[in-house]
């Protein structure tokens, strides 16, 4: 970690989308190769370890992907429906969640996983009730963002209309999105309409300087 910091630091870059929250057991997991691979309270350990090496060398970091993936399928290519028990991600995907928040990492990254027991049918990414989650229950004050919202999940959800709007109204923080022009004018034309409301873009922009802030981007 201390490595990558390092190197990210000398090519101009301040935060690191890492690390892997995620608890996966199963070497076929999609998501296995990209976890550490242990159980969850090791998983939190790792975190810890790595969100504050990062913090330490002046370097932000980001926990993915919330609620924690599992043994979904690979979402870049279609939609992942997850029908695991809510008593499941209390007992292990939390945990090293839990672990990152506590040692102060600054931002937590959405997964586009259809959570069946968080919020039926709607992908975690836009879904109010889990990130309502991520707030009330996990406490987490930093700042939200999205997967990459032009993953197939995501297109074969909204059906190829641009998901800005309702990542918003989700509760992200910031958006990672291909078609940023479209996005843009999507989100304004809902603030100016009244669907978004301009407090909540005010304490989306709130966290994101408050962020930059404590790392010394702004003065």
Same mark, same amino acid.
């Given at each position: 970690?201390?490595?990558?910091?390092?190197?990210?630091?000398?090519?101009?870059?301040?935060?690191? %989308?890492?690390?892997?929250?995620?608890?996966?057991?199963?070497? /076929?997991?999609?998501?296995?190769?990209?976890? =550490? +691979?242990?159980?969850?309270?090791? /998983?939190?350990?790792?975190?810890?370890?790595?969100?504050?090496?990062?913090?330490?060398?002046? =370097?932000?970091?980001? =926990?993915?992907?919330?609620?924690?993936?599992?043994?979904?399928?690979? /979402?870049?290519?279609?939609?992942?429906?997850?029908?695991?028990?809510?008593?499941?991600?209390?007992?292990?995907?939390?945990?090293?969640?839990?672990?990152?928040?506590?040692?102060?990492?600054?931002?937590?990254?959405?997964?586009?996983?259809?959570?069946?027991?968080?919020?039926? +049918?709607? #992908?975690?990414?836009?879904? #109010?009730?889990?990130?309502?989650?991520?707030?009330n229950t996990l406490h987490f004050t930093g700042v939200i963002m999205?997967?990459?919202?032009?993953?197939?999940?995501?297109?074969?959800?909204?059906?190829?209309?641009?998901?800005?709007?309702?990542?918003?109204?989700a509760g992200n923080d910031m958006l990672m999105i291909n078609d940023?022009?479209?996005?843009?004018?999507?989100?304004?034309?809902?603030?100016? /309409?009244?669907?978004?409301?301009?407090?909540?873009?005010?304490?989306?922009?709130?966290?994101?300087?408050?962020?930059?802030?404590?790392?010394?981007? %702004?003065?």
């Amino acid at each position: 970690t201390l490595e990558k910091a390092n190197l990210l630091k000398k090519l101009g870059l301040n935060v690191n %989308l890492a690390p892997v929250a995620d608890v996966s057991l199963n070497p /076929t997991d999609y998501m296995f190769k990209r976890a =550490l +691979g242990k159980p969850a309270e090791e /998983t939190g350990n790792y975190v810890v370890a790595v969100v504050k090496t990062m913090q330490n060398s002046g =370097l932000s970091s980001t =926990l993915k992907h919330f609620p924690g993936y599992g043994n979904n399928v690979n /979402t870049h290519t279609g939609i992942a429906i997850d029908n695991r028990s809510y008593s499941s991600f209390e007992k292990s995907d939390f945990i090293p969640f839990e672990a990152g928040i506590n040692a102060g990492v600054e931002s937590v990254l959405f997964s586009h996983n259809i959570v069946e027991c968080m919020d039926r +049918g709607v #992908p975690a990414s836009l879904s #109010p009730a889990v990130h309502q989650i991520l707030r009330n229950t996990l406490h987490f004050t930093g700042v939200i963002m999205t997967d990459d919202l032009s993953m197939d999940a995501i297109k074969d959800y909204t059906h190829n209309t641009n998901p800005a709007v309702k990542a918003v109204l989700a509760g992200n923080d910031m958006l990672m999105i291909n078609d940023f022009i479209g996005g843009y004018n999507s989100v304004l034309e809902a603030v100016k /309409t009244g669907v978004i409301s301009e407090g909540q873009v005010n304490k989306a922009v709130f966290r994101i300087l408050s962020w930059k802030y404590a790392r010394k981007i %702004l003065n």
